[in-house]
């Protein structure tokens, strides 16, 4: 049976969810509603989004117990970090995360966020590859001129490393404007390639894994063959929410940090059995069988510590495209790893 593809969202549909979101953000409260409050007046029940099949470092945070009194209030899942950010801008949810040129997107359109805690990141075993089918005529940037490329959200990390590639292959801006971006979940991702209805696919993590071991695809590239090793993706909050509840953000962000090293020095298979047990508990009828080929988060640095790299290299990249006037951002405003307690000094 045929996978429906979603509606098309456009660049510009993107920039204008973003304007909207910084003017909720601007006259709005910039925190979640309803969660539970201790230690005084901060909030001690976050609110956030998850994803389907996947458990979330915080998730795992709260599973080993490195967030202490701290509580997580699930409420839906999303398929879209700047979708994620964006909630948590509008005070939605409490914490949310995305590809860090998404963060910097929002900041520019005056939302007022700060990033936390890097993620999610790229390495040599965990990456997001460009796929496309084994007898696939596409082997160039150049024939990708005219294709259809699924992923899972536009204007986000997998459309810039597109236009990355694509600029570093020689292609011109009006070449690489006929390459078709469009939305596609990414549970749903192989199965639209092997029916011909993308040409090139966006897979990564277990996802990625899972569908090259039923064989009949190859990858186009990757953003670790284009970038290297790097965090790519930050936990965001208001940054009114950080100064009404410091001790909560440092719990939050510290217990996540510890979650990462726990991830990176526990054996791979004792990782998995963790994870498979927490989407068990939490009841959702989700399949688990995709977790078998979680290898790591990808974070570069120790506890998640952010870097200017991490946001300046997509500044830059805004900045070429015309999305960022020159120098309008710098990089070190946008985050902190003040609440970061881990690896300090």
Known sequence: ?????????????????????????SCGTATATGGSRSRGSQVTTLKYQGWVGQVTLPELAADLGFLGNLTLDWVGNTISGPQDIQSAATGQIHFGGAFNGAVVKLAASKAPIKAVLSYYGVDESVYSGYY???????????????????????GAHSQALLEIYLKRNGLSKADAAKVEALVVPPVNTEQVLRQKQIEVGVLGGVLRDKALAAGGIRPLFSDFDLLGKFSAGTYVMTQRFIEENPDTVRTFTTGVAKAIEWSRTTPREQVIARMTEIVKKRGRN?????????????????????????????IDWLTERGELKDGRLKASDLYTNEFNDYGKG
């Open 132 to 154: 496309v089918l084994e007898d696939s005529p596409v082997r160039s940037a150049r024939d990708l001129i005219g294709k259809k490329v699924g992923m899972n959200t536009l």
């Open 1 to 25: 049976m045929s996978v429906a593809l979603p509606a098309r969202t456009s660049r510009r549909q993107f920039l204008a969810l973003l304007g909207i979101s910084a003017a909720a953000v």
């Open 286 to 314: 989700e399949d688990t069988s995709t977790l078998q080929y979680w290898r790591s988060y990808g974070v570069a640095e120790t506890g998640g510590r952010i870097e200017d790299k991490e946001f300046q290299l997509w």
